[in-house]
């Protein structure tokens, strides 16, 4: 059972550059969401995606991307990478309108020098 | 936006004894509340959730608590082991909002040998 499948699990990028994180779930799930883990800040909503063809803004969307061309794949992409953007990011899916559990990936770690 | 605070941000309790983590919402529309578990180097996990409708909730030594008029719910951990070593999140989320889940800032639960 794969569930929620991040990559890259590190990262280290200059100033400037850009790269995407890969979300992939095998779980059929409508909602995909991106997260980033800040210390003493808990998890804050970057974007999300209630089904394929649609995403909004979470509370922290300025200087990512996202796309949802299929149900199992949510990609965030960072645009021109700050060091703000240095975090830990986490990627979740779960089914739509059941109030259920949301399954996490295991996260990427970014440092942006 | 809905809010969550949570308390205390640290937490440390001897092996065996329990632990209480608590959190309050802003929005009384809120309908859905769980409590992931974090542990070191992966993804948050669902432990227990509870529902607007429902008052205490239990699964052996965790239980959870929802006050609604207070607009506050608590974690219960009881005869605590040291496998509950780990960073603790409570969670709302509020109709209308796409399923988007607020978290809290988290606990950091040490358990003494």
């Known amino acids: 059972n794969a569930g929620v499948t991040q990559t890259p699990k590190f990262q280290v990028l200059k100033t400037g550059q850009s790269m995407t994180l890969q979300c992939a779930q095998d779980?059929?799930?409508?909602?995909m969401s991106w997260y980033r883990q800040d210390p003493g800040m808990g998890l804050r909503l970057i974007h999300y995606?209630?089904?394929?063809?649609?995403?909004d803004q979470g509370e922290v969307p300025n200087g990512y991307n996202v796309s949802r061309s299929t149900t199992e794949d949510f990609p965030l992409r960072l645009l021109s990478a700050a060091p703000s953007q240095t975090s830990v990011y986490f990627c979740?899916?779960?089914?739509?309108?059941?109030?259920?559990?949301?399954?996490f990936g295991q996260g990427t770690r970014l440092t942006v020098v | 936006g809905e809010n969550v605070e949570q308390h205390p941000s640290t937490l440390s309790v001897q092996e065996g004894d329990s632990a209480v983590i608590k959190c309050t919402y802003s929005d009384s529309a809120s309908n859905y509340f769980p409590w992931y578990k974090q542990e070191l180097g992966k993804g948050p996990q669902l432990i227990i959730d509870i529902r607007s409708n429902v008052g205490e909730k239990k699964d052996q030594r965790i239980a959870v608590t929802l006050n609604k008029t207070a607009k506050h719910f608590s974690l219960h951990i009881t005869e605590t082991q040291p496998e509950d070593s780990a960073v603790y999140f409570c969670?709302?989320?509020?109709?209308?909002?796409?399923?988007?889940?607020?978290f809290g800032t988290g606990t950091r639960l040490t358990i003494i040998p």
């Open positions: 969670a709302a989320l509020f109709p209308g909002g796409n399923e988007k889940l607020t």
């Open positions: 979740a899916s779960s089914f739509v309108g059941r109030n259920t559990e949301a399954f």
């Open positions: 995606s209630v089904g394929a063809g649609i995403t």
């Open positions: 779980m059929n799930h409508e909602y």
